[in-house]
């Protein structure tokens, strides 16, 4: 066990600490999944790639949850009875993590599907699956429950990757009392839509998800945060950075596509922003 350790680096002294505490995850972990059959060697070469890419992990070895830690490492590694396991134990639960995202169970069984070919399956370049990185830091049911969303979030992304594109800004209507702003929407309609798709396609995934939950979904705050996984603070967190960055970037692509063109490009601005909407909603 210990040359599974040294070889990820760890000096000898360093490398047996590692090694009791890996004894003691695999004491530990064999007695909850006695069905399973993972080698202390194999656990300590796991133990140790997750110590070579984060060295401060070896401190935290003496806290991770034991039990979790064995059948991820187990499934990971594709020990006997191991994956058996974990799709019994936590997979099984995907319908129930996804379910907010869409409760059919033929989308469930699809995420089901795409999870165990991420979480299990060696990539082509050698690559282990993402079960691999788990830690024990943390419950594995979280893990997996995250990665599940994660998926599903994904899956209906892309059946709807040009929502937002489609729904932003609209043909604008001349009407009202203000002739300049008539003029303005009309004139400017097409440097604006396209400034604004400009944008978007460089929002993060976080963010275009949001928006897209938000605003085109109609979800609130707090239910915006349960469909991705975070508290409601970082979902609000998002939200507002994902909306200031589109008025930022929606302004400073109007002001390079306009230029000198127009004799009052403030007022195109002003446009823009009475457009963008900073209390909540896409304006028209």
């Known amino acids: 066990m210990l040359d599974a350790l040294e070889r990820h680096g760890g000096a000898p002294a360093r490398s047996a600490a590692i090694a009791a505490a890996v004894a003691d995850i695999h004491a530990r972990g064999s007695s909850a999944w006695p069905a399973i059959d993972l080698s202390l060697d194999d656990l300590a070469a796991h133990v140790g790639a997750l110590v070579g890419a984060d060295p401060s992990y070896a401190a935290a070895l003496a806290d991770v949850r034991a039990d979790d830690l064995y059948v991820a490492a187990a499934a990971a590694l594709g020990a006997p009875g191991a994956r058996e396991a974990f799709v019994h134990a936590y997979l099984a639960r995907v319908g129930e993590y996804v379910g907010r995202v869409d409760g059919s169970a033929a989308f469930a069984d699809e995420v089901r599907q795409e999870l165990a070919t991420r979480l299990l399956v060696v990539a ?41 594109e489609d729904v932003g800004p609209r043909a604008p209507v001349a009407t009202g009392a203000d ?41 609130s705050i707090d239910e915006v945060g349960a469909r991705c996984a975070v508290s409601r603070a970082t979902a609000a967190r998002w939200l507002a950075k994902a909306r200031e960055r589109v008025l930022r970037e929606t302004e400073r692509r109007l002001k390079e596509r306009l230029g000198a063109s127009v004799a009052s490009p403030a007022s195109v601005i002003g446009l823009a922003r009475s457009r963008i909407d900073l209390r909540g909603s896409f304006d028209e």
């Not at 097409?190 to 929002?203: D, I, M, N, Q």
């Open 124 to 164: 082509e370049d050698g690559r282990p699956g993402k079960l691999a990185a788990y830690t024990g830091r943390g419950p594995l049911a979280g893990f997996v429950r995250v990665s599940a969303v994660r998926v599903a979030q994904n899956k209906k992304r892309g059946k709807r990757l040009d929502v937002l």
């Open 179 to 219: 002739p300049e702003l008539a003029y303005l929407k009309e004139r400017y309609a097409h440097e604006f839509a396209g400034a604004f798709r400009a944008t978007l396609a460089t929002l993060s995934p976080e963010q275009r998800e949001v928006l897209r939950l938000h605003y085109i979904d109609g979800l």
